[in-house]
C-alpha cells in the first residue's frame, strides 16, 4: 500500500512539475512510447536532403534555451516581425534547423497527436544530429512544454558574442546554471557549422591600431579567412567555422585552437586565457573526454528555464502559440 502511495505521489509530482529538474527520461513512455525512433527518422530524412540539418538544428536549440529557456520560443512566427527568430542574433539561424522540427513533429503528431511539445521535440532532435555527425549519443530529459511568448525585445543581451571573453561567457553561461567546462564543451558544437564573414572581419581587418590582423590569429589561416572574406563581401557569403573537418562532430575544434584557429575572439579566448586553457588542452588530446563533457552540458542546457505542467502548452503548430 505504502509503495503505491508512494508512486501516486512521484506521478503527481511530475504532472505539476514547476520549473526546472523536473523532466524525466521516459516522459512518454505510456502516451507516446515510439516518439524518439519517429524523430530520429523525421531528422534522418532532412539530413539525407541537406547536412545544414545538423548544425542548424544544433544552433536553433542552443539560441532557444538560451533565451526565455528550453520552450520552442524561437520556433514561433509573427506577422508583425517581432518574435524572437526576428531578433538580429536570430536572422542568421538556417531554415533547414526549424524545417527539421516542423518535419519531426508532423511525424509525431501522426501517431499521438497533440502529446508531444515542439520543445522536447527540438531537444530530441538537437541529439539526433550530433549523433548522425558522429558525437556523442546521450539520453534525453522529457516532458517540457512550450513557451507562450516570443518576443524579439527579449534576445538582445541573451546569446554570447563573437567577442566575449572567458569572464563574459562564463558569466553568461553561469545564469543557466553551466559551469566553465559546461561552456567549453558546448563551444565544441562550433566543430560543425559555418559563420558569416562580418562575425569575425575585425579580427582581419581592424583588430587594434598597431595591429589590423589579431596576432593570436595562425597566421596562414588568417590568410585563408582574407582569401575566403575579403573586405567588403557580401554579408550572405560564409566560410566553415572548422576549417579542418567541418561536417565531423569530433574534437579537432580544440586542436584547432591550440593552433590558433578559432575562428571568433570567444573561441580563441578558450586557449589564450590561463584559466581554461587546461581543458581545452585536454579536449585536444582526449575526444572521450570532451564527448563525455558534451553529453553532460547538453543534458543541463535541456533543463534551463523549462516549462511543465500549466506553465506552457503543447503546440499543434509549432510556429504559433497556443495553437
Same mark, same amino acid.
Given at each position: 500500500?505504502?509503495?503505491?502511495?508512494?508512486?501516486?505521489?512521484?506521478?503527481?509530482?511530475?504532472?505539476?512539475?514547476?520549473?526546472?529538474?523536473?523532466?524525466?527520461?521516459?516522459?512518454?513512455?505510456?502516451?507516446?512510447?515510439?516518439?524518439?525512433?519517429?524523430?530520429?527518422?523525421?531528422?534522418?530524412?532532412?539530413?539525407?536532403?541537406?547536412?545544414?540539418?545538423?548544425? @542548424?538544428?544544433?544552433?536553433? *536549440?542552443? =539560441?532557444?534555451?538560451?533565451?526565455?529557456?528550453?520552450?520552442? +520560443?524561437?520556433?514561433? /512566427? $509573427? &506577422?508583425?516581425?517581432?518574435?524572437?527568430?526576428?531578433?538580429?542574433?536570430?536572422?542568421?539561424?538556417?531554415?533547414?534547423?526549424?524545417?527539421?522540427?516542423?518535419?519531426?513533429?508532423?511525424?509525431?503528431?501522426?501517431?499521438?497527436?497533440?502529446?508531444?511539445?515542439?520543445?522536447?521535440?527540438?531537444?530530441?532532435?538537437?541529439?539526433?544530429?550530433?549523433?548522425?555527425?558522429?558525437?556523442?549519443?546521450?539520453?534525453?530529459?522529457?516532458?517540457?512544454?512550450?513557451?507562450?511568448?516570443?518576443?524579439?525585445?527579449?534576445?538582445?543581451?541573451?546569446?554570447?558574442?563573437?567577442?566575449?571573453?572567458?569572464?563574459?561567457?562564463?558569466?553568461?553561461?553561469?545564469?543557466?546554471?553551466?559551469?566553465?567546462?559546461?561552456?567549453?564543451?558546448?563551444?565544441? @558544437?562550433?566543430?560543425?557549422? *559555418?559563420? =558569416?564573414?562580418?562575425?569575425?572581419?575585425?579580427?582581419?581587418? +581592424?583588430?587594434?591600431? /598597431? $595591429? &589590423?590582423?589579431?596576432?593570436?590569429?595562425?597566421?596562414?589561416?588568417?590568410?585563408?579567412?582574407?582569401?575566403?572574406?575579403?573586405?567588403?563581401?557580401?554579408?550572405?557569403?560564409?566560410?566553415?567555422?572548422?576549417?579542418?573537418?567541418?561536417?565531423?562532430?569530433?574534437?579537432?575544434?580544440?586542436?584547432?585552437?591550440?593552433?590558433?584557429?578559432?575562428?571568433?575572439?570567444?573561441?580563441?579566448?578558450?586557449?589564450?586565457?590561463?584559466?581554461?586553457?587546461?581543458?581545452?588542452?585536454?579536449?585536444?588530446?582526449?575526444?572521450?573526454?570532451?564527448?563525455?563533457?558534451?553529453?553532460?552540458?547538453?543534458?543541463?542546457?535541456?533543463?534551463?528555464?523549462?516549462?511543465?505542467?500549466?506553465?506552457?502548452?503543447?503546440?499543434?503548430?509549432?510556429?504559433?502559440?497556443?495553437?
Amino acid at each position: 500500500m505504502e509503495r503505491g502511495y508512494i508512486v501516486l505521489l512521484m506521478v503527481l509530482i511530475i504532472a505539476t512539475g514547476r520549473g526546472e529538474g523536473q523532466l524525466v527520461e521516459n516522459f512518454y513512455s505510456s502516451s507516446c512510447p515510439n516518439v524518439e525512433g519517429i524523430v530520429r527518422q523525421a531528422v534522418s530524412t532532412k539530413f539525407s536532403q541537406t547536412f545544414t540539418t545538423i548544425p @542548424a538544428t544544433l544552433r536553433l *536549440f542552443f =539560441h532557444d534555451c538560451f533565451v526565455t529557456g528550453c520552450d520552442a +520560443s524561437t520556433m514561433v /512566427s $509573427s &506577422p508583425n516581425g517581432d518574435a524572437e527568430k526576428d531578433a538580429p542574433d536570430n536572422l542568421s539561424l538556417a531554415g533547414d534547423g526549424f524545417d527539421t522540427v516542423v518535419k519531426a513533429k508532423q511525424a509525431v503528431d501522426a501517431v499521438c497527436p497533440k502529446v508531444v511539445s515542439c520543445a522536447d521535440i527540438l531537444a530530441l532532435a538537437a541529439r539526433d544530429v550530433v549523433v548522425l555527425a558522429g558525437g556523442p549519443s546521450f539520453n534525453v530529459e522529457l516532458g517540457r512544454r512550450d513557451g507562450m511568448v516570443s518576443k524579439a525585445s527579449l534576445v538582445k543581451g541573451n546569446l554570447p558574442e563573437p567577442e566575449f571573453s572567458l569572464s563574459q561567457l562564463n558569466a553568461m553561461f553561469a545564469k543557466h546554471n553551466l559551469s566553465q567546462i559546461d561552456m567549453i564543451a558546448l563551444s565544441g @558544437a562550433h566543430t560543425l557549422g *559555418f559563420s =558569416h564573414c562580418n562575425r569575425f572581419a575585425k579580427r582581419l581587418y +581592424s583588430f587594434s591600431s /598597431s $595591429s &589590423p590582423v589579431d596576432p593570436s590569429l595562425n597566421a596562414e589561416y588568417a590568410q585563408q579567412l582574407m582569401s575566403a572574406c575579403p573586405k567588403d563581401v557580401d554579408p550572405s557569403i560564409a566560410i566553415d567555422m572548422d576549417p579542418e573537418t567541418p561536417r565531423t562532430f569530433d574534437n579537432v575544434y580544440y586542436q584547432n585552437l591550440v593552433s590558433g584557429k578559432g575562428l571568433f575572439t570567444s573561441d580563441e579566448v578558450l586557449f589564450s586565457d590561463p584559466a581554461s586553457q587546461p581543458t581545452v588542452s585536454d579536449f585536444a588530446q582526449s575526444s572521450g573526454d570532451f564527448s563525455g563533457a558534451f553529453a553532460t552540458a547538453m543534458r543541463k542546457l535541456g533543463r534551463v528555464g523549462v516549462k511543465t505542467g500549466s506553465q506552457g502548452s503543447i503546440r499543434t503548430d509549432c510556429t504559433v502559440i497556443g495553437s
